[in-house]
Nanobody
Framework: QVQLVESGGGLVQPGGSLRLSCAVSGSIFNINVMGWYRQAPGKQRELVAGIISGGSTNYADSVKGRFTISRDNAKNTVYLQMNSLKPEDTAVYYC???????????????WGQGTQVTVSS
């Protein structure tokens, strides 16, 4: 019922920009924490950025100053604006959220399917 769908990934040259989107569908009561994770081949999945319902944000040191996370609560969508991209940013990016569905008492953690971001010249 509840689904997270990422979009906006692709191939970009170093120094370029991409904007990722994650749209949550379903009958949503509320969404607390939303975040972006990434995983490169041979590496552990890591938190890139997170945002709570009140708007507070948190970033990994490696992306601070280059990436910006935001959310549109009315659209149940979270975004990740990525600027000054580097080859080391290459990874599959995953959307994650704690979601309480309509008719449920508690929140459940959900993952999107992932979107590939490749930074290469």
């Amino acid at each position: 019922q509840v689904q997270l769908v990422e979009s906006g990934g692709g191939l970009v040259q170093p120094g370029g920009s991409l904007r990722l989107s994650c749209a949550v569908s379903g009958s949503i009561f509320n969404i607390n924490v939303m975040g972006w994770y990434r995983q490169a081949p041979g590496k552990q999945r890591e938190l890139v950025a997170g945002i709570i319902s009140g708007g507070s944000t948190n970033y990994a040191d490696s992306v601070k100053g280059r990436f910006t996370i935001s959310r549109d609560n009315a659209k149940n969508t979270v975004y990740l604006q990525m600027n000054s991209l580097k080859p080391e940013d290459t990874a599959v990016y995953y959307c994650n959220a704690d979601i309480r569905a309509v008719g449920h008492y508690y929140s459940t953690n959900y993952w999107g399917q992932g979107t590939q971001v490749t930074v290469s010249s």
